[in-house]
């Protein structure tokens, strides 16, 4: 099955590819992060990403970086946590799922089900609604129990690990 994975950054990813790799799936990363703030935390992540890809031979499509895109996703609610969150989960996902569907994925998931800072419930319900506004299907992992790994492999692999989900209200919570 082709599998398109919204991707937010490396340590995550690692998390999710053990269980991934041993399933029957095509993964491509998808990184489309336009809440990812300053720019320059972006292009770390998206460097590090690059190199985990390398070493697990997955592909990596890049979205375009809008923090535009971002700050309308979430008008009105900058300062209001978790409100905000939703609004950014729509955008990233949305464009996954219209990506996966344009392009004959067989399904998207995302790799923000592994973290146990992330609204797992949230998440889902808005990849359910997406799977049926679109057509495509959306794979349900509970990756949270992986979180630790993913964060241990990255730190044995020297992977950049952030503090921060990525969007500048996060930046000091």
């Not at 998390?15 to 041993?22: I, R």
């Not at 890809?53 to 535009?68: L, M, S």
């Not at 797992?120 to 609604?129: G, H, N, R, V």
């Not at 794979?139 to 044995?156: H, I, M, S, T, V």
């Amino acid at each position: 099955m082709k599998l398109l994975l919204h991707t937010c950054c490396g340590p995550c990813f690692l998390g999710v590819w053990d269980d991934l790799s041993q399933k029957d799936f095509e993964v491509t990363n998808f990184f489309y992060n336009p809440n990812i703030w300053p720019e320059e935390e972006y292009e770390k992540r998206k460097t590090n990403l690059q190199e985990v890809a390398k070493n697990t031979g997955t592909r990596i499509i890049f979205g375009d970086y809008d923090p535009e895109k971002h700050a309308r996703a979430i008008l009105g609610k900058e300062n209001q946590f978790p409100e905000r969150c939703l609004g950014c989960y729509r955008l990233r996902l949305e464009e996954t799922a219209k990506y996966a569907k344009r392009n004959g994925y067989s399904a998207f998931s995302t790799t923000l089900l592994v973290s146990p800072y992330q609204n797992y419930e949230a998440l889902t319900i808005i990849s359910k609604e997406l799977s049926d506004k679109y057509q495509i299907n959306f794979y349900e992992a509970d990756w949270r129990p992986l979180f630790r790994e993913g964060q241990a492999l990255a730190k044995n692999k020297n992977i950049y690990r952030q503090k921060y989900c990525g969007c500048k209200y996060s930046l000091n919570n």
